[in-house]
């Protein structure tokens, strides 16, 4: 972490579900001292037992919600959090008006500078809006699965475009092929209903050959593969921030060496679509 910020890497995303806590006081330790150089994005609305480290449900009541901001800041070791996000994906529409009033009153506390809602569901984020200081909506967006109805409403709303799964889950990173299989403690490895990208633990057959087909486009001008996908990202919108995920100092400089080749082209995106027989924005 130290390594990417040293390298112009700002944004930090985390959760107080990630590791029942332990993800956000690693960022905290992390970032001390910091504080001034950074955006810290945390999520709310998962309930957990730290001690067995497990899941246990979700809340999004009032009460809850100021606990669980809290209890972040107390585990990040900071005042305040930046963007402070709804991690329900599909919570109660009727719901919104009261989550977004607590939402201000935290702001206006200073707990909280600003706030969104993780979520893929364009109807729930236009509603999200209202709140004069909703800012973003986490979604998926790369390469291989565009949405362009998220897009579309975070220009109507003016809001951040935080681009969950901008590697698709490290294909795009080009590590992966048809023989490779991910162990049963990897998410991957155990591939959910959710995990599109990977399934039964491998690569799944019509993404790699998407990524095949698109390849040297990405790999264009002494780019690694990740650092095209990131580029492809950062050209899709002017509003997008990707997220992805680091493990080791080589990811963040990797990463953050798609700072120093920038945006693909728009004549690059527009051959992306073409090759994937995707709709001409």
């Known amino acids: 972490m130290h ?4 390298l112009g890497v700002t944004f930090f995303d985390t959760a107080d579900v990630y590791g029942t806590g332990h993800s956000e006081r690693v960022l905290g330790r992390a970032l001390s001292g910091r504080w001034d150089e950074v955006v810290i994005a945390t999520k709310f609305g ?19 919600i100021r606990q669980a901001c809290r209890a972040s800041l107390e585990r990040l070791g900071t005042d305040h959090i930046d963007l402070y996000q709804l991690h329900v994906a599909d919570a109660p529409m009727e719901r919104v008006d ?4 607590t939402l201000e009153e935290l702001v206006d506390e200073g707990l909280i500078r600003a706030y969104g809602w993780s979520t893929d569901d364009p109807e729930r984020v236009a509603a999200f809006a209202k709140g004069p200081h909703c800012a973003a909506v986490q979604h998926n967006l790369n390469v291989l699965h565009d949405a362009p109805a998220m897009l579309a409403v975070c220009d109507t709303h003016e809001l951040a475009s935080v681009n969950r799964g901008p590697l698709a889950m490290g294909l795009l990173t080009g590590k ?24 039964d633990g491998r690569p799944a057959p019509e ?27 950062l050209a899709r919108s002017g509003r997008t921030v990707p997220i992805p995920g680091i493990k080791t100092v080589g990811h963040a400089e990797q990463n953050a060496g798609t700072l120093l080749h920038g945006p693909l082209e728009a004549a690059q995106l527009a051959q992306v679509d073409e090759v994937l027989q995707r709709h001409p924005r």
């Open 3 to 6: 390594r990417a910020l040293d």
């Open 98 to 101: 009261e989550m977004v009033a």
């Open 207 to 233: 993404f790699l050959a998407m990524l095949d087909a698109i390849r040297d486009i990405l790999t264009s001008g002494g780019r690694t593969l990740a650092q095209g996908a990131l580029g492809w990202l």
């Open 176 to 199: 992966y092929g048809p023989d490779s299989r991910l162990p049963t403690d990897d998410a991957r490895g155990d591939s959910p209903a959710w995990m599109t990208f990977f399934k």
């Open 46 to 64: 998962l309930t957990f037992d730290a001690a067995a480290r497990a899941l246990t449900g979700q809340d999004i009541s009032p009460g809850y």
